[in-house]
């Protein structure tokens, strides 16, 4: 028999609904969403040319559990922390410099991106559609690096801004939707209905 694809939309992993949650439990949700971030801008990846950190990965999965209004807060918060000197950014570093310096526009689009993929998946761009959720991880990285490097060309030039700001990411890029997109299926029930695509 076949599944009906009306009850199957609800069997997926969706952003958390906060109508019914206490402000005490948001307010933790929303640390420990930034202890998450922090710990995920801490991992490097060896990768050519570039090491890979998993800062990205942490944010679109932020958004894509949290929904698109937690998930903004939450790295809007973390993006506070750092500003206000916690060692919360890749490499454990921290301080409102990195807002102005060539990595200012790559924090800049870190809440926006995080919205965005709350909001897709709180509309069906989830586990339960693996390649809508992997289209809506790439739409993220596309925007963070298109950010980063508008306002890196403002520093160095568009061409090194692409040279240097872009496509060194690229590949890191699809990997980490790859990866954030295959959480999404690995923790739905119904994730792996292929016949959702």
Not at 33 to 53: C, D, N, R
Request: proline share 7%; hydrophobic share 55%; with cysteine.
């Amino acid at each position: 028999m076949m599944p009906d694809p009306r009850s199957s939309a609800t069997s997926v992993v969706r952003p958390l609904d906060l109508r019914n949650r206490s402000l005490v439990w948001q307010v933790g949700a929303v640390l420990f969403g930034t202890l998450i971030l922090a710990l995920a801008s801490w991992i490097e990846v060896p990768m050519v040319p570039v090491p890979m950190t998993m800062q990205t990965y942490a944010v679109v999965m932020i958004g894509a559990v949290y929904g698109w209004r937690l998930g903004g807060i939450t790295t809007l918060v973390w993006l506070g922390e750092a500003a206000v000197g916690l060692p919360v950014l890749a490499g454990g570093s921290g301080g409102i410099a990195h807002f102005f310096g060539p990595t200012g526009g790559y924090l800049v689009a870190f809440p926006i991106i995080a919205a965005m993929v709350g909001w897709l998946t709180g509309r069906g761009w989830n586990g339960g559609r693996p390649l809508r959720a992997f289209a809506a991880m790439m739409l993220a990285h596309a925007i963070c690096l298109g950010l980063g490097a508008a306002w890196l060309s403002l520093l160095i030039g568009f061409g090194p801004a692409v040279a240097h700001g872009v496509i060194p990411f690229i590949f890191g890029s699809i990997l980490k939707s790859a990866l954030a997109a295959g959480t999404l299926v690995a923790v739905s029930p119904r994730g792996r209905d292929r016949g959702r695509m």
